[in-house]
C-alpha cells in the first residue's frame, strides 16, 4: 500500500494534470487498456487551469509522481465544449429529491483519474473524500458524466462511491451516463 500526499490543486498543476489526463483519453489507449477506464476528450492546460479557478481539485502524489487527481468545474456554459453544453442543457430536466438538478448549488465533478499503478488502492475513495470535504457548504451536489462504454468506471464510481444515474445523454453517436452525488 503506497502513502499518497492528497492537497487542493492549484492552476500550477495544469500542465502535469493535461499530461497524465491525455495518456489516458480512449483516442490514447489501446481496447485492453480501455478495459481499466479511460477519459473522454482531450485536455490543454489552459483549459485545466480555468476548470481549476472555478472550483477546487484535489491531486494526489506518491513520492514526486503525480499519482492521481480529481478536477471539478462551474464554469459559464459557453465556456465548455459542445459536448459539455449539451450535457448543461439537460441539467434543467433531471431530478434529485423530485427538484431539478439545477435547483441545487452544484458543479461538475471530473474528469478525474489514477494512473494504473496506484489502482486498487483506495486512492479514487480518498480523493472523492477530499473533494467533498473541501466543497461542503459551498456545493449541494455534484455532477458526472461517464461514457457508457466505460465500465469500470462507471461501476467504481456507482457501487464505491456511490454516486446515483439521473439520465442519459447520446452526443454524435457516444451514449453516456449522468450521474450525481450529494457534496454533504
Same mark, same amino acid.
Given at each position: 500500500?503506497?502513502?499518497?500526499?492528497?492537497?487542493?490543486?492549484? %492552476?500550477?498543476?495544469?500542465?502535469?494534470?493535461?499530461?497524465?489526463?491525455?495518456?489516458?483519453?480512449?483516442?490514447?489507449?489501446?481496447?485492453?487498456?480501455?478495459?481499466?477506464?479511460?477519459?473522454?476528450?482531450? @485536455?490543454?492546460? +489552459?483549459?485545466?487551469?480555468?476548470?481549476?479557478?472555478?472550483? +477546487?481539485?484535489?491531486?494526489?502524489?506518491?513520492?514526486?509522481?503525480?499519482?492521481?487527481? %480529481?478536477?471539478?468545474?462551474?464554469?459559464?456554459?459557453?465556456?465548455?465544449?459542445?459536448?459539455?453544453?449539451?450535457?448543461?442543457?439537460?441539467?434543467?430536466?433531471?431530478?434529485?429529491? !423530485?427538484?431539478?438538478?439545477?435547483?441545487?448549488?452544484? @458543479?461538475?465533478?471530473?474528469? %478525474?483519474?489514477?494512473?494504473?499503478?496506484?489502482?486498487?488502492?483506495?486512492?479514487?475513495? !480518498?480523493?472523492?473524500?477530499?473533494?467533498?470535504?473541501?466543497?461542503?457548504?459551498?456545493?449541494?451536489?455534484?455532477?458526472?458524466?461517464?461514457?457508457?462504454?466505460?465500465?469500470?468506471?462507471?461501476?467504481?464510481? %456507482?457501487?464505491?462511491?456511490?454516486?446515483?444515474?439521473?439520465?442519459?445523454?447520446?452526443f454524435q453517436g457516444q451514449a453516456y451516463d449522468i450521474l450525481m452525488f450529494p457534496v454533504t
Amino acid at each position: 500500500m503506497h502513502e499518497f500526499l492528497i492537497r487542493e490543486a492549484s %492552476v500550477a498543476d495544469a500542465p502535469a494534470l493535461a499530461d497524465l489526463a491525455n495518456q489516458y483519453t480512449y483516442q490514447n489507449l489501446d481496447e485492453t487498456a480501455r478495459q481499466g477506464g479511460f477519459l473522454t476528450g482531450s @485536455f490543454a492546460a +489552459p483549459a485545466l487551469g480555468a476548470m481549476l479557478a472555478s472550483v +477546487p481539485g484535489q491531486v494526489a502524489y506518491y513520492q514526486e509522481e503525480l499519482a492521481g487527481f %480529481v478536477i471539478n468545474s462551474k464554469l459559464p456554459t459557453e465556456r465548455y465544449p459542445p459536448f459539455i453544453q449539451a450535457i448543461s442543457a439537460l441539467l434543467p430536466s433531471l431530478l434529485y429529491q !423530485q427538484r431539478p438538478l439545477t435547483d441545487y448549488r452544484w @458543479f461538475y465533478y471530473g474528469p %478525474v483519474l489514477v494512473r494504473q499503478e496506484y489502482r486498487g488502492q483506495g486512492l479514487l475513495q !480518498q480523493l472523492f473524500a477530499a473533494t467533498k470535504q473541501r466543497l461542503a457548504g459551498r456545493f449541494d451536489l455534484g455532477v458526472a458524466f461517464i461514457a457508457a462504454e466505460n465500465a469500470a468506471s462507471r461501476w467504481v464510481h %456507482v457501487q464505491k462511491l456511490g454516486l446515483e444515474p439521473v439520465g442519459e445523454l447520446n452526443f454524435q453517436g457516444q451514449a453516456y451516463d449522468i450521474l450525481m452525488f450529494p457534496v454533504t
